[in-house]
């Protein structure tokens, strides 16, 4: 029981494995569907799902449950929105390389000792590298994108087990208790915090938090559609949720960690806000609205304790929603499977008012306008920020809140108030009318009432 999430989402990979072996023809939707809806309902069955296993080096608590439903729920969505046979080559290598990714992230969230953590994050990459060129339409850089990707994660690879290797010559362990315990003794010198700060590359990778940001945005316009909402959601959780591991281990703050961290989000904000001003294709706007997102992410972590951690998880979580939400509205409008510019959202009110609405909640979610879960969110970050005493940041990250109003409400400004090229109503399937507004209401309800996902939060931290 304690390992039936993974080995279910295992067999999930090696059935589309099989499956990639016939001749094809068939659709594949309705038991990718199927199987994603199964591994909700097994990471429910195994919330409560406790053990330590490998000799202490893959953890099942309460923290690791709570993440692996939030990465099957995000893998499911993902499946759901997904509808269209033309958009990518090799449909059963994409299903299957989806749930070996997601594998690699419910692995990734359990590792508490460095060499689990490598083999989880490398099971995770290789199978998002693989699936980045898969994209049918070939006008778009795919292939550019699919090689960049892969040079940067090598990249962040290398750099991560140069750290990992200083750590375990500095405290002779590869387990993160261990390695946190003997902390205080080489955190003040040079060598130390550059361990740490190395060994963390990859998890600043995976959120694409400045200085290795470059990839987001090239990746997510020359990947599918799909492939770029998985890449720009799903990840960041499991990014995320390591990182919140790494805090809630040291127990008490770390200054020198956490003033290399203020830096990093001051930077990756102001970045990719200043970035995102400019942009003019949707999906590239969305990457640099990412590494702005990866900024804010660290104000809760600075706090070094239980309640900035839970900010951290809600955040995530709100953030998975408004952006699957916000790539749900280009797949639709996108039929073709081209690259949408903000101009191609005129007069998207009269052609389709609920798509409209659902571009607006989320776009109000991202730039953190209430009652969306994104103001909540920032609200929580801004706050736990300020309580550590770290009054810089928050007026750095207030600022950049106001930069990114504007391109967020620029998306809503284009869709309301400019006439539409073309008048054709955009008639939506009734699955994809009840997506629209399940976002929307999600968004609405993590702003309007975060307290019951922030106490189960802080329980599991």
């Known amino acids: 029981m304690t390992l039936l999430l993974e080995i279910y989402l295992l067999l999930f990979s090696v059935l589309f494995l099989f499956l990639s072996l016939g001749k094809g023809g068939k659709s594949l939707f309705l038991p990718a569907r199927i199987f994603s809806l199964g591994a909700v309902a097994v990471s429910l069955i195994t919330l409560n799902a406790n053990g330590l296993l490998f000799y202490g080096a893959y953890q099942v608590n309460g923290f690791s449950q709570i993440f692996k439903l939030i990465l099957t729920v995000g893998l499911t969505f993902v499946v759901f929105m997904f509808n269209r046979d033309d958009e990518v080559d090799n449909m059963p290598e994409f299903f299957m390389f989806l749930g070996f990714s997601t594998l690699g992230l419910t692995a990734l969230v359990s590792s508490v000792e460095l060499i689990s953590i490598l083999i989880s994050l490398e099971i995770s990459s290789f199978s998002l590298y693989a699936i980045v060129p898969l994209r049918r339409s070939k006008t778009t850089g795919h292939l550019e994108a699919a090689i960049k990707y892969l040079f940067f994660g090598a990249v962040a690879t290398g750099v991560m087990l140069y750290g ?6 500095m405290t002779h362990s590869t387990y993160l208790a261990d390695i946190v315990s003997g902390m205080p003794a080489i955190i003040d010198k040079p060598l130390g915090i550059l361990a740490l700060v190395l060994t963390m590359t990859a998890f600043f990778f995976k959120l694409s938090l400045f200085p290795l940001h470059f990839w987001a945005p090239d990746i997510y316009e020359g990947a599918s559609d799909a492939t770029t909402t998985f ?6 959780v499991a990014g995320a949720a390591l990182l919140i591991r790494l805090t809630m281990l040291a127990g008490a703050p770390l200054a020198q960690l956490a003033m290399v961290l203020m830096v990093l989000a001051a930077f990756s904000m102001t970045v990719g806000n200043l970035a995102g001003l400019v942009q003019q294709d949707i999906k590239r706007l969305l990457g640099y609205s990412g590494i702005a997102h990866a900024g804010y992410l660290m104000l809760g972590l600075l706090a070094f304790n239980k309640s900035g951690s839970a900010v951290v998880a809600y955040y995530i979580t709100v953030y998975l929603f408004m952006n699957l939400s916000l790539f749900y509205v280009i797949m639709l409008l996108s039929r073709n499977g081209e690259n949408l510019k903000v101009a191609d959202l005129a007069g998207l009110a009269r052609r389709s008012p609920l798509l409209a609405l659902t571009l607006a909640v989320a776009a109000f979610s991202l730039a ?9 969110g920032k609200f929580f970050l801004l706050v736990t920020a300020f309580k550590a005493g770290y009054l810089p940041i928050v007026i750095i990250a207030a600022v950049n ?7 967020y409400l620029n998306l809503v400004r284009v869709s309301y108030s400019r006439e539409a090229k073309e008048e054709s109503p955009l008639n939506l399937t009734f699955s994809e009318k009840i997506l629209c ?8 309800v993590l702003g309007i009432m975060p307290l019951p996902v922030m106490e189960m939060f802080v329980r599991v931290m």
């Open 368 to 376: 953190g306008i209430p009652p969306t879960g994104g103001f909540t």
């Open 231 to 236: 890449i720009a959601t799903v990840p960041k």
């Open 164 to 169: 990992m290797g200083y750590l375990y010559a």
């Open 401 to 407: 809140t106001v930069l990114s109003i504007f391109y």
């Open 437 to 444: 507004v399940l976002f929307s209401v999600i968004i609405l």
